[in-house]
């Protein structure tokens, strides 16, 4: 199994653009989820998934789109980049809710 | 949201020595979750804790969630300096995830 695979690993975005940062899992998880890293603030909450087609608002939504058309994918929109999304971003699956989270490597993400 | 207090946001230790760090909130959680995380890496789960009072051990790390199920804590014997990095405590109330501000460990060989 390949785990959890973010693409891409680094970007830098002027204002304004928009992008899709990718996230699969290869072990057949429903519970999907993105979080940002800011420094000194621990991982926050974008968005999750608990299955295909259910997608809901985590603690930090605005500006950000997801959808989840199969089990495997779970993609995150940025719709008009800002500085303040300048982060690292982390897609994580588990079995359930209730099993333990596994993490991707991160996207590294500087806008301008 | 949910507010989780980790302790200490920093540790300078030397090799061999135990290492104490813990979480509280405010709120119960159902499921407590501990990770390390190393530079430019995602966090790795190390420890999961499911039901109140639950002691498990991974190696030479220990974890307990707490009788109250608002806080856990996390133990590291003898440390060795590949345990640096940083740890991250997670709770799991409703559909959601909240974690800690991270606890960050040097070990001095």
């Known amino acids: 199994n390949a785990g959890v695979t973010q693409t891409p690993k680094f970007q830098v975005l002027k204002t304004g653009q928009s992008m899709t940062l990718q996230c699969a899992q290869d072990m057949n998880h429903e519970y999907m989820s993105w979080y940002r890293q800011d420094p000194g603030m621990g991982l926050r909450l974008i968005h999750y998934?608990?299955?295909?087609?259910?997608?809901d608002q985590g603690e930090v939504p605005n500006g950000y789109n997801v959808s989840r058309s199969t089990t495997e994918d779970f993609p995150l929109r940025l719709l008009s980049a800002a500085p303040s999304q300048t982060s690292v971003y982390f897609c994580?699956?588990?079995?359930?809710?209730?099993?333990?989270?596994?993490f991707g490597p991160g996207t590294r993400l500087t806008v301008t | 949201g949910q507010q989780l207090n980790q302790s200490p946001q920093s540790m300078f230790i030397q090799e061999g020595e135990d290492v104490s760090m813990n979480c509280t909130s405010s709120s119960i959680f159902n499921t407590w979750l501990w990770y390390k995380q190393d530079p430019g890496e995602g966090p790795v789960l190390l420890i999961a804790l499911y039901k109140a009072g639950e002691l498990t051990s991974n190696g030479r790390l220990t974890a307990q969630f707490g009788i109250t199920r608002k806080d856990s804590f996390l133990n590291i014997s003898a440390s060795i300096p590949s345990d640096v990095g940083i740890y991250f405590c997670?709770?799991?109330?409703?559909?959601?995830?909240?974690f800690g501000t991270g606890t960050s460990l040097t070990v001095i060989p």
């Open positions: 998934s608990v299955g295909a087609g259910i997608t």
């Open positions: 997670a709770g799991q109330l409703g559909n959601q995830f909240y």
């Open positions: 994580a699956s588990s079995y359930t809710l209730d099993y333990e989270q596994y």
